[in-house]
């Protein structure tokens, strides 16, 4: 009940909480308390060989202290160093971007490991809706 309160009240949004809540039902999930860059950096101490990591973000970024923030960009950075195609590791984060006019838009970006690649795949409203995909060749 707590968590549909916090969802706009929209036939459609209900939906989606509905199926989200019917899959956490079938999957466990352990959640941790800790803050994301500690949680990170045990995480991300070794590569994982036969294994890719995907870490991945939504509009969270600015909850979190800017001196942690900084310091999970570092972990990623040095994670994807020791990346291999063996134990590649993605960072796909959607956080909001500063406009030239004073508003924000909201980014969906990629960055792979080996290479620490960034793309931009998609920008969105703050709400997640409409997506605008950037098609890439």
Do not use: C, N
């Amino acid at each position: 009940v707590r968590l549909a309160s916090l969802i706009w009240a929209d036939p459609k949004r209900m939906r989606r909480l509905r199926a989200a809540l019917a899959v956490a039902e079938e999957v466990p999930a352990t959640v941790d308390a800790a803050s994301a860059d500690d949680w990170l950096a045990e995480r991300l101490a070794e590569p994982a060989p036969g294994t890719a990591t995907v870490v991945w973000h939504s509009v969270v970024r600015q909850y979190v202290d800017p001196v942690r923030w900084r310091r999970v960009g570092e972990l990623l950075r040095r994670a994807g160093d020791f990346a291999t195609v063996d134990a590649p590791l993605a960072h796909l984060a959607f956080e909001p971007d500063l406009t030239e006019d004073g508003s924000y838009t909201f980014v969906l970006r990629l960055t792979l490991w080996p290479g620490g690649r960034t793309e931009t795949l998609a920008t969105a409203g703050g709400h997640g809706t409409p997506v605008r995909w950037r098609m890439t060749a």
